[in-house]
């Protein structure tokens, strides 16, 4: 098995050309902007050397050993400083840093110090593997994604750390593909809850008549096709957190029984005599405009200010363009090791048409488009003729940037009607015309009974 080393430097340009050259020689390369990426990247295991620089944004390589030595994280790590900062290099290695490089980085003195380092630690990558559980992470599942540089990601970020160490109640608000449920499981992750459960529901895909027993379980014999005691998702997640996606989908009378389980925090399964007292963190997550369902009626005030004590906002991949190199980067790294594959980055050509591209899919299109290009790719890198057409065509068309819902004071049903028929049916293109993702109009087209 190829070595892998991981890249710790908020500069993304020399990152990226550093990750080319060293793949050309053999290793498998991720990389992380900040000391709280490589933290992450680290706890998912597989590394056996860490490459780091000595400034990051948001703490420096100093903090990051720190960490590594607590977390009982054995990889090697060196160091790149400047000439400037040798004593602090040496104070690195004095935490257990295998070596340091100056900048500007000598590439043959890189590459004979990582040899070296890899050599005497053969053991390094076992036992980053089992530092997840030491260090107390979400389950043995690593949380795959990168925080972008720009300032709407910044931003994000900057929201998530803040309000994660406490108990409040959080809105996830973002369109679809943004990644609301990958900060859903990091709000869980950096909170005082990270060592219990994490249980996430799909409000969308719960049957209306079996909703009462998805959140509260229920007894043998409650109901036909009972046939077994069922723990609800309360239950499950006691003691975490429970993530309720697309909660703008639930029907109003599961929102009444959900709003009291949320106000008492006790439970009573389907069927069942006894109370059960449930100590959950609540995450929710839509792509909906909630406050316009409670003015259609279609969603209680009450629940929404319940569920709501802090709103995260999850900005589009097209307000991140600047660092939609740095996804697709990642993106391809993944690419690389689920499919086997060496593709070492993307050629000029390629690297614009995915800087030029409106992305309505966001980050989800992304990572499925660096997938099938990776799938295709013949040689070493990227081109335009691996890529998607509807990328190397030209921008893709924005979706309306007012969703139809909000512009027409016609009914909901009607205005479904309407956009398929202004998509000629196609189901996809009147979910972009709403504002909405294809699951929740296939829901809406299941409710008001439209084939």
Known sequence: ???????????????LMLRTWLSKRGFGVGTASSVAAARTALAAGGFSLVLSDMRLPDEDGIALLQWMAGAGVAAPVIVMTSYAEIQNAVRCMKLGARDYVAKPVNPDELLKKIREALEAAPAAKSASKSAARAAGNL?????????????AARQLYEHVRLVAPTNMS????????TGKEHVAQLIHRESKRA???????????????????????????????????????FEAADGGTLFLDEVGNLGYETQVQLLRALQERRIRPVGSNREISVDIRLVAATNEDLEGAIARGTFR????HRINSFTLRMPCLRQMRGDIPLFADFFLDQANRELDKRIVGFDAAAAAALAAY????????????VMSATLLAAGEYITCRD?????????????????????????????????????????SQAAKLLGIDRKTLYNKLRLYGIE
Not at 140 to 151: A, F, H, M, T, V
Not at 389 to 415: F, M, N, W
């Open 1 to 15: 098995m190829e070595e892998r080393i991981l890249i710790v430097d908020d500069d993304i340009t020399f990152a």
């Open 139 to 151: 389950s043995e599942q690593p949380l795959n994604y990168i925080e972008g540089r720009s300032d």
């Open 170 to 177: 959080v809105l996830v608000n973002g369109a679809s593909g």
């Open 195 to 233: 060592g219990k459960p994490f249980v996430a529901v799909d409000c969308g895909a719960i049957p209306r008549d079996l909703a009462a027993s998805e959140f509260f379980g229920h007894v043998k014999g409650a109901f036909t096709g009972a046939l077994a005691d069922k723990t609800g998702a």
């Open 301 to 304: 005030a009450d629940l929404y």
């Open 358 to 369: 409106g992305w309505p899919g966001n980050l989800r299109q992304l990572k499925n488009a």
């Open 387 to 427: 890529l998607p057409g509807e990328i190397t065509e030209g921008p893709a068309a924005e979706p309306a940037a007012v969703p139809l819902s909000l512009r027409d004071p016609a009914s909901e049903e009607e205005q479904i009607r309407r956009a398929l028929a202004m998509a000629g049916g196609n189901k």
